[in-house]
C-alpha cells in the first residue's frame, strides 16, 4: 500500500518548479503518517550520508510531527511554516515521499548552490515560510492566520518550533500577539528534543515548565510523545476551540529510531561516516519491510 500520493498543478521537473503546499491546486494524500516518518527518516540517512555529516538528529525527533502536518493539511489551503532552518530535511524528506519534489533532487541536499539548502532561507521552495535566524517563524505564522482570517480564507496554519527557539524573546512576543487576535486557526508543534548546538537546553536556559508558560498566554497547550504518529495526527486535527490557538509540546529524542548511533553522537550535528551511514540505513529500510503495510 503506497505512503502517498501527488498530483502537482504545475509540471514536475527542477525543484523551483514545485507548488506552495497552499497554492490552490496542489494535491496530495498521506495514508499511514508512522510509515511516513520511518521513510522521512531513511530518506534523511540517505541525504547527508554523500557527505558524512549533517542535521540528521532533527529529522530523527520531528519526523511523526512533520509526518503528521502532511496528513492532516488540507492541500491547496493550508499552510505549513518551518521556522528552525536546520529542519528542512525532515520537510524535504516528506515532500520527496508525497512527490512535491522529484526524489532525486534530494542528492542536492546542503551542496553548493542547491535550491535545498541544509540550513533553509526565505528562497527555501514548497513552504508558506521557513526560518532562518530561530525564533521568527512564529512571528510569520501567526501572520498568515490573521491573514487568512481578515481575508476570509478558510485556512488553518500550522507551524514547527524548536525548543531551543523558546529562549528567544521574539517568539514570546509573537505567542502573545496570537492569543490576543484569538488565533483559532493556528498550531504550533514544539519540538521538545532537549537538543541545541550549545548543548542540552535545560543546561543553557530553563525553559520549563512550557506547557504552564504557553497556556499563561492564552493558548491550549497539550503534551505528548512526539514519536506517538497516531496521538500527534490526532491531536493535528483538532483545531483551536473559541479563538485560542494550539500548541503541542512533543516530547522526543535527536536519536530516535536509530540505535546504531553511538551513546556519545552529537545530536544536534551528527557526523555520518560511511560504515555507519550503511548501517543506518540498513536499520531503517528493516523496520519498513517489517511493516505490514510497506
Known amino acids: ?11 514536475a521537473g527542477a525543484v523551483t518548479s514545485a507548488a506552495r503546499v497552499s497554492e490552490a491546486g496542489t494535491h496530495w494524500t498521506v495514508a499511514d503518517p508512522a510509515a511516513l516518518a520511518q521513510r522521512i527518516r531513511l530518506r534523511a540517512v540517505q541525504m547527508i550520508a554523500a557527505q558524512g555529516f549533517g542535521y540528521l ?10 509526518a503528521a502536518m502532511f496528513a492532516v493539511a488540507r492541500p491547496g489551503t493550508d499552510r505549513i511554516v ?7 530535511i ?15 533532487a534530494l542528492a542536492s541536499y546542503g551542496r553548493d548552490g542547491s535550491e535545498l539548502e541544509a540550513i533553509g532561507t526565505e528562497r527555501s521552495p514548497l513552504f508558506d515560510y521557513v526560518g532562518g535566524s ?3 517563524g512564529l512571528s510569520a505564522a501567526a501572520g498568515f492566520a490573521l491573514s ?4 476570509g480564507r478558510d485556512a488553518r496554519t500550522f507551524a514547527l518550533v524548536s525548543d531551543g527557539e523558546l529562549e528567544e524573546g521574539q517568539l514570546w512576543e509573537a505567542a502573545m500577539f496570537a492569543a490576543h487576535h484569538g488565533l483559532g486557526a493556528l498550531t504550533v508543534l514544539v519540538d521538545a528534543n532537549n537538543s541545541q548546538v550549545d548543548g542540552p537546553v535545560d543546561t543553557v536556559t530553563t525553559i520549563e515548565p512550557v506547557a504552564a508558560k504557553w497556556a499563561s498566554f492564552g493558548w491550549h497547550a497539550v ?3 512526539g514519536h506517538d504518529a497516531a496521538a500527534v495526527t490526532a491531536a493535528l486535527a483538532r483545531p483551536g476551540r473559541h479563538g485560542r490557538p494550539v500548541v503541542l509540546i512533543c516530547r522526543t529524542s535527536a536519536s530516535h529510531g536509530l540505535d546504531c548511533l553511538p551513546p556519545d553522537a552529537d545530536r544536534h550535528f551528527i557526523k555520518l561516516p560511511a560504515e555507519l551511514a550503511a548501517l543506518a540505513a540498513a536499520e531503517l529500510a528493516g523496520r519498513l519491510e517489517e511493516r505490514p503495510d510497506a
Open 1 to 11: 500500500m503506497p505512503v502517498s500520493h501527488f498530483q502537482a498543478p504545475r509540471a
Open 57 to 66: 538528529g532533527q529529522a530523527l525527533s520531528s519526523a511523526e510531527q512533520v
Open 82 to 88: 518551518c521556522s528552525p532552518g536546520h529542519y528542512v
Open 90 to 104: 525532515a520537510f524535504y524528506a516528506a515532500a520527496a515521499e508525497v512527490g512535491l519534489i522529484p526524489a532525486d
Open 134 to 136: 530561530l525564533g521568527q
Open 148 to 151: 487568512d482570517r481578515l481575508r
Open 223 to 225: 503534551e505528548l510523545d
